[in-house]
């Protein structure tokens, strides 16, 4: 049973910067599609941040994250980092990390963006970011 575990989070002012990172066990990274964080805010519906096809290594980006938030593999092996920098108040919310398989992901998103969330069917538990002053 693979497990993703994120970690990172935490309290920062605006403008500040954090590194989000997602340990699989389990599994192997190699073995999936496509990896991702995902967020959820207060009341709102849980929405992409940032995926990576982990064999041709496309990323792709929510439009308002894009230029401010870099996903890639870590130095260590079954790592994902998200570095998030120039952070917002709205940047508040709880990320997840996520895998989806290749036969999970839908023809329309596979290879053209993040997916969404019923492609992905590991997630970890998640991660608090509290963006404020």
């Known amino acids: 049973q693979v497990q993703l575990v994120e970690s990172g989070g935490g309290l920062v002012q605006p403008g500040g910067s954090l590194r989000l990172s997602c340990t699989i066990s389990g599994g192997l990274l190699d073995y999936y599609y496509t990896i991702a964080w995902f967020r959820q805010a207060p009341g709102k519906e849980r929405e992409g941040v940032a995926s990576?096809?982990?064999?041709?290594?496309?990323?792709f980006y929510a439009d308002s994250v894009k230029g401010r938030f870099t996903i890639s593999r870590g130095n260590a092996k079954n790592t994902v980092n998200l570095q998030m920098n120039s952070l917002k108040p709205e940047d508040t919310a709880v990320y997840y990390c996520a895998l989806a398989v290749p036969e999970g992901r839908h023809w329309l998103t596979k290879g053209k963006s993040i997916g969404e969330t019923y492609e992905f069917g590991d997630w970890g538990q998640g991660t608090q970011v509290t963006v404020s002053s």
């Open positions: 990576l096809d982990v064999i041709d290594r496309r990323t």
